[in-house]
């Protein structure tokens, strides 16, 4: 008989340090860009793992459903994407291999930033012809920072329902986050005065947001149609445009093709600026406040040569 009582005591003590372990575990997050891996580090802190899809140099429109993506969703209790249409080519193929149900359309893991901001260029037509258009809008909602605040109030409410036991602890983490952001936007608005108004080339659509937060006027499109490649004729129209608009800039991602901002460039003198698009796509930018510090500052740079 003691010998029974031993080993049920045994299994109830076993069962709850299991059960606390359990308890204590991260929350796992697959994140689909660096912006949004860096924003759940911020509010997460040591209370979860974060791993994101896609680097900062690496289009987020185009990458594969590796193996090794598969087997982080199947774990993932939160997936925190961009959205509207940005991952369409492999985030569903992913979200098919197993990912669990709380990480699905409407449930509290599933998260789509495009879901939470007002979001910018909306087609009225869509139509293949219009090359790679995304039906709900601009998807690159990261580069206007009011949206990482917006974002950072979803992502905290989501992490207090999937672990309310450590709500506390993302709720300090998200206050001390706002404080922080808050400020630096007020020293982001006040280098933005020497910019507003500052005339850019662009190669894709990539920089809508950060145009429209800043007051910068994009005067014309290397790509006159989204995802193809510009034309001989296109070329020709943008040099054209670019003669005549005083542009100070030719902007472009990391993973955006140089050939053909090189050849306005040789013809114009206007010069190519990469800027870093996300966390991760310059050496200096390892976080989001990074992010809009080097950026703001290789624009300043371009806008102030003569």
Known sequence: MKGLRAALLCMALCSTL??????????????????????AEEIGGDDVIVHSATHGRQDAHYIRARPSLIAKVRRADIVFCSGAE???????????????????????????AADHVTVLERPEVIDRSLGD???????????????IATLADVLALRLVRIDPSRSDAYRERLSSFQ?????????????????????????????????????????????????????????AQVLEVAQDSDAKAILLAPFEPADAADWLFRKTAVPMVELPYTVGGHPEVQDLFSLFDVTLTL????GDRP
């Not at 039906?135 to 920072?145: F, K, R, T």
């Not at 624009?299 to 371009?302: D, Y």
Request: net charge positive; with cysteine; hydrophobic share 45%.
């Open 18 to 39: 299991v059960s606390l372990a359990a308890a204590q575990d991260p929350v796992r997050i697959l994140a689909c860009e660096p912006e949004w891996a860096a924003l």
């Open 179 to 235: 404080a922080r952001w808050a400020d630096a936007m007020a020293r982001w608005q006040g280098r933005l005065e020497h910019l507003r108004g500052m005339k850019v080339i662009v190669y894709h659509k990539s920089w809508t947001y950060l145009l429209h937060w800043a007051g910068l006027e994009r005067v014309a499109s290397l790509e006159r149609t989204p995802g193809i490649p510009p034309t001989a004729s296109q070329l």
């Open 86 to 112: 940005l991952e369409v080519g492999w985030l569903p193929v992913l979200m098919q291999r197993g990912a669990r149900q709380i990480v699905q359309p409407g449930q509290p893991g599933h998260i789509m």
């Open 133 to 147: 258009i995304h039906p709900s809008g601009n998807p690159h909602v990261h580069l206007d920072p009011r949206n």
């Open 299 to 302: 624009l300043q740079e371009a």
